[in-house]
Nanobody, 121 residues
């Protein structure tokens, strides 16, 4: 089971850290991806991290502003988001799976319920 937390309302230029915590499994053995869905829009791929804290992927829209990492002690994957903009508003989902792709999985079978991030002045 995956549970996201940390969503909030922040002002443009602000920062937020959201987390994805797993129960019952070692999240370190899974590739974990974040996804964002804004109202009326398709789900968008956000950063992902391969199993064992290996490779990371950042889409151009968040590169240099967002950082994905693992907190092994808490069995979580976090997404540190800096310089947030209104376009970053949406529900953020984490997903995990074990796959052969070197960085992000093409598909994920395990999803969290999402956490709302709203960037507004």
């Amino acid at each position: 089971q995956l549970v996201e937390s940390g969503g909030d309302v922040v002002r443009p230029g602000g920062s937020l850290r959201i987390s994805c915590q797993a129960s019952g499994v070692d999240l370190g053995a899974f590739t974990v991806g974040w996804f964002r869905q804004a109202p009326g829009q398709e789900r968008e791929r956000m950063p992902c991290i391969s199993s064992g804290d290996g490779n990371r992927y950042y889409p151009a829209s968040v590169s240099g502003r967002f950082t994905i990492g693992r907190d092994s002690a808490k069995n979580t994957v976090f997404l540190q988001m800096n310089d947030l903009q209104p376009a970053d508003t949406g529900v953020y989902y984490c997903a995990a799976d074990q796959c052969s792709q070197p960085v992000c999985c093409t598909n994920y079978n395990n999803w969290g319920q999402g956490t709302q991030v709203t960037v507004s002045s």
